[in-house]
Every structure is written in C-alpha cells, then in structure tokens.
Nanobody, 120 residues
Framework: QLVESGGGLVQAGGSLRLSCAAS????????LGWYRQAPGKQRDLVAA???????HYATSVKGRFTISRDNAKNTAYLQMNSLKPEDTAVYYC????????????????WGQGTQVTVSA
C-alpha cells in the first residue's frame, strides 16, 4: 500500500527526489518516514514527517535532505541534495498512525524499497 519511486544512479554531489505514494485511507491519518538500508547494515531512519508537518532528520542528512508531504496527492517526498557515496542504500517508505512507531522503525506499513546508488 506504499509504493516508492525515484531511485537511481547519480554522481556524488548530485540530487534525487524519492516519492512514496499511498492509498488515501492510509496517508491522511499517518505519520510518515523514510528509512535506508545499505548492504550488510541495519535499516536506519533518514527522516520523518508528522500529519501536522513537523519533521525529524538523521544527523547525517540534515541540511542535505528534505522530507515533505502532499496531502492532496497522498504522496510523500524525500528531496536529496549533495549526495555522497555513503548515501547509497535501498530507501524505504514507512507509515503509521503513531509518529513514535515510525521513529522507532515499528511502522505498520512499509514499501518495497527503491535503490539509490551514488558513485564517487
């Protein structure tokens, strides 16, 4: 019920925008988050946004990534600028009625992921 898109291959310093489309029944009541998982590593929170629009960011992406949501389109976005090779990972969208659950990686809904690869 969550579908990510927008991943791809980009050179270091470049930009990508990820999208997460959700059904309206989920999106309107959900806090949302983006997670990423690199090979051999755990899945980590990148950013989250509440239904009210408050945002949270991992320290490693602050100032480079921006999370947003368009309630009319039932879509969340992750704008990624100044990308680095260490940003390479599969990026997942997550949704839950509880922001705490999203922040703790315990969201009820997850997408299938989209690959982001940043070359040096």
């Amino acid at each position: 019920q969550l579908v990510e898109s927008g991943g791809g291959l980009v050179q270091a310093g470049g930009s990508l925008r990820l999208s997460c489309a959700a059904s309206s029944s989920i999106f309107s009541i959900s806090d949302l988050g983006w997670y990423r998982q690199a090979p051999g590593k755990q899945r980590d929170l990148v950013a989250a946004i509440s239904t009210g629009g408050s945002t949270h960011y991992a320290t490693s992406v602050k100032g480079r990534f921006t999370i947003s949501r368009d309630n009319a389109k039932n879509t969340a976005y992750l704008q990624m600028n100044s990308l680095k090779p260490e940003d390479t990972a599969v990026y997942y969208c997550a949704a839950d009625r509880s922001l705490r659950a999203v922040l703790r990686g315990e969201a009820e809904y997850w997408g299938q992921g989209t690959q982001v690869t940043v070359s040096a």
